[in-house]
């Protein structure tokens, strides 16, 4: 079916609508510094904060086959999309903010506990969504636009984070804990609200081909036989999971900083303006990048700044640690209150950020013909799901039991190793041609 070039206009922008704004409400409550931090108020424990991540990836990765097989029977993906996004994936932190500012002080492990759910469930809410919306998008934004609407929503989003980064230092230390924290999350859930007009406007249309929801057995059967027989697919799978363990460090640099320089509310607002600040900046050019010499390239740039990122945290965290001369020795590099070389480190690890969300998405629909995109979607991020969701508690362990160095050591070998295997053994999957794993499904054509 042929889409008008109004058509395509529209849903570009009104799909760029949603996705800033949702990427601006997301970077009000960072995963990688405001929520970090706020468990690290409630609990002492190194372990706990590394299960933000954890939790997270569990709920966003491992629903997503649940809805795979149903996705590919639905003609029209948005409704689902609509409801699943709104009530699971953004009422979520409308009920933090309640939780945080009424039980943080009175009940700190009650906190604690639904803070961890709401992130959970929140994630979860995304995930199911996801395989229906990424088919969707695939349909309304043709494949040499979707790296460029990726790199500037996701860019235009953090770009407006700056903005709104300094207003989370802002709050922070200008009103009193807990309600500094609630506060935050009351914005984040009315941002995301706001983007969530912009899906509501998309003018989707009735997908050419769909495949009847195959039985469980026979559905999981197909999902093997797509591992076994596609191997550049596979082959993309080892070197992502290689990378993901590699940024099981994410998450702490924060915490780090934070332990290591008693950096106050600015300085954990200055971390998120970098943070955000240079997605915004490297997001659009990834999305360029993309769209000209495929998805891989980006992914493999995202594996280069994976690697540096723990690497900085080792030379000016080693540093820091060799005692009063090395103490004095990174004092020397300050901005304000916070070390030159922990703003270098979130500029490496918001180089990557950008890279990798600009491509992990949509390099999957270039290795899966369309009637099967939903179901390279969903099995994509379950098979990634056991890394994303055991790196950041490894390192939260690691952390805890031999300190942040060594876990940042691990870190920067295993990304390392990612990093070949991406450079080295995948192809770009635009450079071939997707073929149907099985052909005995029955398949439906729109008439």
């Known amino acids: 079916m042929e889409r008008s070039n109004g058509d395509t206009n529209w849903n570009f922008s009104v799909n760029l609508w949603d996705i800033a704004f949702i990427t601006l409400g997301l970077s009000i409550i960072s995963r990688e510094t405001v929520i970090p931090v706020l468990l690290s108020q409630l609990t002492d424990s190194k372990l706990v904060i590394g299960l933000v991540p954890a939790l997270w990836s569990l709920g966003f990765y491992l629903p997503q086959l649940l809805t795979a097989n149903w996705a590919e029977s639905m003609p029209y993906k948005k409704p689902f999309v609509m409801i699943v996004s709104s009530f699971c994936e953004r009422l979520p932190y409308f009920l933090i903010g309640i939780i945080v500012l009424f039980f943080a002080l009175s009940a700190p492990s009650m906190a604690l506990v639904a803070i961890l759910a709401g992130v959970a469930l929140s994630s979860s809410g995304a995930g199911l969504a996801t395989p229906a919306w990424l088919d969707m998008i695939a349909k309304v934004i043709p494949v040499r636009r979707r790296g460029i609407w990726f790199g500037l929503g996701h860019g235009l989003g953090q770009l407006m984070g700056v903005v709104g980064a300094y207003f989370v230092g802002q709050i922070l230390v200008s009103r009193a804990f807990p309600t500094n924290y609630a506060l935050l999350f009351f914005l984040a859930f009315t941002i995301m609200m706001i983007s969530w007009g912009g899906l509501a406007l998309t003018r989707e249309p009735v997908s050419e081909v769909t495949k009847k929801a195959a039985p469980l057995l026979h559905y999981l059967g197909r999902i093997k036989r797509v591992l076994k027989q596609d191997a550049n697919y596979r082959r993309y799978l080892i070197s992502k999971s290689m990378v993901n363990l590699g940024g099981m460090s994410a998450g702490f640099f924060a915490v780090f900083g934070t332990e290591m320089f008693s950096l106050d509310g600015r300085g954990v607002g200055l971390l998120t303006a970098v943070l955000v600040g240079t997605q915004s900046v490297l997001n659009p050019t990834c999305g360029l990048l993309a769209d000209r010499v495929g998805h891989k390239t980006v992914l493999a740039a995202a594996a280069f700044f994976v690697v540096l990122a723990p690497l900085s945290a080792l030379v000016y965290g080693g540093t820091g640690a060799a005692g009063p001369e090395g103490t004095a020795l990174a004092s020397a590099f300050v901005s304000g209150t916070v070390p030159i070389g922990l703003l270098l480190t979130f500029v490496f690890l918001g180089t ?50 031999a300190g942040y160095l060594v876990m940042f050591s691990a870190a920067l070998v295993v990304g390392t190793v990612g990093l070949i295997l991406t450079v080295f053994w995948v192809r770009e999957p635009r450079r071939t041609t997707p073929k149907r794993v099985e052909e005995d499904q029955p398949v439906r054509t729109a008439s």
Do not use: K, Q
């Open 352 to 401: 990557y950020l950008a890279a990798d969300h600009t491509s992990s998405l949509p390099i999957i629909l270039e290795f899966s013909p369309p009637e099967d995109r939903p179901t390279y979607v969903g099995l994509t991020n379950t098979v990634l799901a056991p890394i994303l969701i055991g790196a950041p508690i490894l390192g939260g362990w690691l952390a805890g039991a």
